[in-house]
């Protein structure tokens, strides 16, 4: 009994030992692979900016479900509770087609101004008052979407 816990005394201090080398050598190994390291910095980096690509998206989401929604649909399709009251219909989102051949600028430009602003139907509102510039953007991102899935589909 007395012989059996000796050794695993032993064991543990083999251990204590063993650890702080172990842990020296591994890092003097990290350092001379420094390809290795190149790989591991671009890789959190593309992390991060899927992260707030997601954290944009997930903004314009948000204002788009409480402002757009009623009319776009919440799925971009154009057929929103409120579309039927409406003589021109909302602009369906997930025409691919049809929303390539628009720029960023010209969507920023339509939502911020209205349909008024730009010569389309004056029942798409303006938001240029309600809606600050970085929100449009948020917006813009978030409306794109609907034409990128109807594609990989
Ligand atoms: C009251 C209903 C209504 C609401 C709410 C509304 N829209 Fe519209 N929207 C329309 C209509 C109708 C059109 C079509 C105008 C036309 O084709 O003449 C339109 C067109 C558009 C277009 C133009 C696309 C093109 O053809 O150039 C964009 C972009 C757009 N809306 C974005 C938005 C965004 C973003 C919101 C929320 C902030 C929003 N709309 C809220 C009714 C609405």
Redesign the pocket.
Known sequence: MKNKSKALFGLIIILILVYPAAAIIENVLSETQEPGDVAAVSESGSEVQSISMQYTLRVGREI?MD??S???GESGDGLGF?AYT?E????NFSDAEYMNE?SDA??SE??SEG?RGVN??V???V?GNT?SPLEITY?VGY?RQFSRKTEAE
């Open positions: 788009y402002y757009c009623v009319c776009h409120n409406l021109t219909k909302p602009r628009l010209r969507l339509t939502i349909g389309k139907s029942l798409m509102p938001w809606l917006l409306i």
